[in-house]
């Protein structure tokens, strides 16, 4: 699978997610979709990310918006983080990292002086026909999701 490109189709994926959900692209054909791709359940900055895009729901859903938060932990630790935090979106598990690999959000990072592959903070926004219109990468969570929510309401 290539990775994406800015207006391009997405290639089709399919992905498991929470409650036993799977996650397929072109079941979403007609809606837009929103994948914020983060490094870890329960850490401050993934809490207040999620929280934000929890909070715009239903803006994003007037709007006939999708959202989906992706990391590499597994479903139970997901469900466990969705379940706390009240997200009425679905978490995808990435273990095998297939679409951090297409949206290529598999960075080199430091911690504590140490360097190690991680996901880069990274936000995609998929039309209503299935092509990428936008991308923010590196993304400081302080007013992204709203600046997300324009993104969608300008389409």
């Known amino acids: 699978m290539s990775s994406v490109t800015l ?14 959900q799977i996650i397929r ?4 054909r007609g ?5 914020y791709c983060y490094p870890k359940d329960n850490t401050p900055g993934c809490t207040t990310e999620g929280q934000d895009f ?19 932990d597994g479903l139970k630790a997901h469900a466990n983080f969705r379940s706390k935090h009240q997200f009425p979106f679905h978490l995808i598990s990435d ?4 679409l951090c690999k297409l949206f290529n959000v598999i960075k080199l ?13 990274s936000t995609f926004l998929i039309d209503k026909e299935g092509i990428l219109r936008r991308e923010w990468r590196g ?12 993104a969608v309401k300008a389409l």
């Open 54 to 72: 929890r909070d715009r729901m239903p803006q994003f859903s007037e709007l006939d918006t999708e959202i989906f938060g992706v990391s590499r």
């Open 95 to 98: 273990k095998d990292e297939a």
């Open 7 to 20: 207006n391009q189709p997405v290639p089709g994926f399919e992905a498991e997610a929470t409650d036993d």
């Open 31 to 35: 809606k837009n979709v929103v994948i």
């Open 109 to 121: 990072k430091k911690l504590y002086g140490k360097e190690h592959l991680g996901i880069e903070r």
């Open 25 to 28: 692209l072109a079941d979403l």
């Open 139 to 150: 993304v400081k969570v302080n007013g992204h999701a709203d600046e997300v929510l324009a």
